[in-house]
Structure formats: structure tokens, C-alpha cells
């Protein structure tokens, strides 16, 4: 059986990598048996998911930012274009309850970046999240309840479970894992690491995903 590197590799179009801190984050939840078979295909996560949805209550819930990580080859649902540029983006991650998205993406250099692309009936959230694979890390280990929520990112975790009414207790071992490994820090905001977190409609933004989408999406 392939794992979860190896299907999410396989998925990826023409001309794109699992860049290695992300291929070391699969690895880690293999490793860690963070990972299960389901009816859509394995998915991988930062922690163990039946002990995450066993604490959630009303007001609170552990185990740090919710995000799923999965093999999508079918990205026929954002009806690009052409298959030119259908073939710049590939899904790898659910990042919210809502259907939002991260992604990889070429850009007209063919450098490489993780986006992201939300629901429309929820998050409007569609920007580069970071070209750095070690950044998308580090976002993701800020403790955020999840990710697609760029209002939340000018504030710290804390400040948001505030604002939100709603606490996720951090994923110590997942920031363990990070700040070792890769010898880095965790963020303090969102911001530190999205530096332009545009939405749908924003035709003059100045990320380059999201201008592309608008030109780029029927």
C-alpha cells in the first residue's frame, strides 16, 4: 500500500515536487499513525483525529489546527479555462469544515507556491499562503482552529479564541516536532507568513494567485 507522500506525489501535475519539509511532514504522521483509509482515500493528519473529535464540546476541542491532508487529482470542480492552466494547480489539503483548500501552484515563472482557495459559501480566502514549504509549517503550527480564515491571521491564537468564543487547545507535539526539526520559530500572527491574504473579487490585489484565479477561473 503507497503512502501518503507517495499518493500525494503521484496526484501532483507536470512540473511539480512535494517540496522535502512537506514529504517530512508526511512521514511524521505516517510515522506517528496519524493516517487512516477512508472512502475518499488515506488522509493524514496532525493529530490523531478520533481523540481530536472525542474532546470537542461546545466551547472547546484539542489538537491545534484542523487540516487534512489527501490526494486530489480531480480539480474539475474550479472550472479553469484551458488545461494549461488546470494543470498549475493541485489540491493536497482540506483546510476547513467549509471545503476550502490548499494547494499547490506554478506561477508564470514556474516557481512553485502553496495557495489557497476557499469555499465561496464560507471563506473567500484565495492567496499564496507561502512560497516557503518551512512557512506553511509554521502557519500551521500557530494553532489557528483552522486555517481559512484570513481575519484571524493579524491576531495571536489566543486573541482569536476570543474573538471567536471558541478555544483550541495547541498541538504541543506537532510544535515540538516543527521548531526541532527544522530549526525555526513558531509565528506569533498569521501575517509573520501570509503576507497578502486577498479574497474572490480582489481583481487589483497584489498576490499573484489571486489576480491569476480571476483571470483564470470560468
Same mark, same amino acid.
Given at each position: 500500500m503507497k503512502s501518503l507522500k507517495e499518493l500525494i506525489r503521484d496526484s501532483l501535475h507536470e512540473g511539480m515536487v512535494v517540496p522535502e519539509p512537506l514529504e517530512k511532514l508526511f512521514d511524521w504522521i505516517e510515522s506517528n499513525g496519524f493516517c487512516e483509509n477512508t472512502e475518499y482515500g488515506r488522509v493524514g493528519y496532525l493529530y490523531p483525529d478520533?481523540?481530536?473529535?472525542?474532546?470537542? $464540546?461546545d466551547d472547546e476541542r484539542s489538537g491545534g489546527t484542523l487540516i487534512e491532508f489527501y490526494a486530489e487529482s480531480d480539480t474539475d470542480s474550479y472550472h479553469f479555462v484551458n488545461e494549461e492552466t488546470k494543470g498549475r494547480f493541485s489540491i493536497f489539503a482540506r483546510t476547513g469544515g467549509d471545503g476550502s483548500v490548499a494547494a499547490f501552484w506554478l506561477d508564470d515563472e514556474?516557481?512553485?507556491?502553496?495557495?489557497?482557495?476557499?469555499?465561496?459559501?464560507?471563506? $473567500?480566502?484565495?492567496?499564496?499562503?507561502?512560497s516557503d514549504a518551512v512557512d506553511f509549517l509554521r502557519l500551521i503550527a500557530i494553532g489557528y482552529d483552522e486555517i481559512c480564515w484570513n481575519e484571524d491571521f493579524s491576531m495571536t491564537a489566543s486573541e482569536s479564541f476570543k474573538r471567536n468564543e471558541f478555544v483550541v487547545k495547541p498541538n504541543l507535539k506537532f510544535q515540538d516536532w516543527l521548531v526541532?526539526?527544522?530549526? $525555526? $520559530?513558531?509565528?506569533k500572527t498569521g501575517l509573520e507568513v501570509v503576507k497578502t491574504p486577498a479574497e474572490f473579487g480582489d481583481e487589483d490585489s497584489s498576490d499573484l494567485f489571486c489576480r491569476w484565479l480571476e483571470e483564470n477561473e470560468e
Open positions: 478520533k481523540k481530536l473529535r472525542d474532546s470537542w $464540546t514556474g516557481k512553485q507556491h502553496i495557495v489557497h482557495v476557499g469555499s465561496g459559501s464560507g471563506s $473567500t480566502l484565495a492567496c499564496i499562503l507561502a526541532h526539526e527544522f530549526n $525555526t $520559530t513558531i509565528p
